[in-house]
């Protein structure tokens, strides 16, 4: 990999959790991240890449140079969807016990977890997206990682994300393969 200015990659972002899983992903890529605690505006809109678009374009406006942002959502299929685009104001609000009350009797627990990452190159902004399929635990488990992990089991595991390793999370995980799809769209680049 070639190219100083995008060996480090500015990360807009209030969430230390979200920071640390993408320098654990991105680091041994030879990206290095920086942290800017913008608090960027998340708009109200109907989908996670509205959200991530509007808020990138506010980032680049401020720091006038490339950035990334991410944001990420929990939709619950039994629940028409919900959280989603509102996951941050819900979990602030119900919180993980909150969801579990509305997934009382629920027969059908099917969930799936996105992640949009928006990256201005300077010129443009780019979309990466990923997804993880699972369920809505019966029960909270877990104390590692943060927000929605101790109630989030991804297809093909007995564990929530909030009993996983950060590695092991990183590896399944909506937010790793959208970072996975940012290293490669950087190592692309240039070739
Ligand atoms: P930003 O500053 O990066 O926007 P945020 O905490 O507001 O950080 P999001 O809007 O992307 O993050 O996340 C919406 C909600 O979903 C928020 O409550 C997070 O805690 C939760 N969340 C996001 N990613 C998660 C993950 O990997 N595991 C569990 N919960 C997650």
């Given at each position: 990999?070639?190219?100083?200015?995008?060996?480090?990659?500015?990360?807009?972002?209030?969430?230390?959790?979200?920071?640390?899983?993408?320098?654990?992903?991105?680091?041994?890529?030879?990206?290095?991240?920086?942290?800017a605690d913008l608090g960027y505006p998340e708009v109200q809109a109907d989908s996670l890449e509205e959200v991530a678009l509007a808020g990138i374009a506010?980032?680049?406006?401020?720091?006038k140079k490339p950035c990334l942002l991410e944001d990420a959502g929990l939709f619950i299929k039994a629940l028409g969807g919900f959280p989603g685009p509102y996951s941050r104001y819900v979990h602030e609000t119900i919180g993980n016990a909150g969801i579990m009350r509305l997934m009382e009797g629920a027969q059908d627990r099917s969930a799936v977890f996105r992640s949009v990452i928006a990256y201005h190159d300077g010129t443009e902004p780019h979309l990466f997206?990923?997804?993880?399929?699972?369920?809505?635990?019966?029960?909270l488990e877990g104390t590692?990682?943060?927000?929605?992990?101790p109630l989030f089991v991804p297809t093909g595991y007995d564990l929530t994300f909030g009993q996983m390793e950060q590695q092991e999370k990183n590896a399944v995980s909506h937010r790793g393969m959208s970072l996975r799809a940012f290293v490669s769209f950087l190592s692309e680049r240039r070739c």
């Open positions: 990999m070639t190219g100083p200015s995008e060996r480090t990659v500015t990360f807009v972002t209030g969430n230390a959790h979200k920071l640390a899983e993408a320098a654990a992903l991105l680091s041994p890529c030879g990206i290095t991240v920086r942290q506010w980032c680049m406006e401020k720091l997206i990923g997804e993880t399929l699972g369920h809505i635990s019966t029960r590692r990682g943060f927000g929605y992990d």
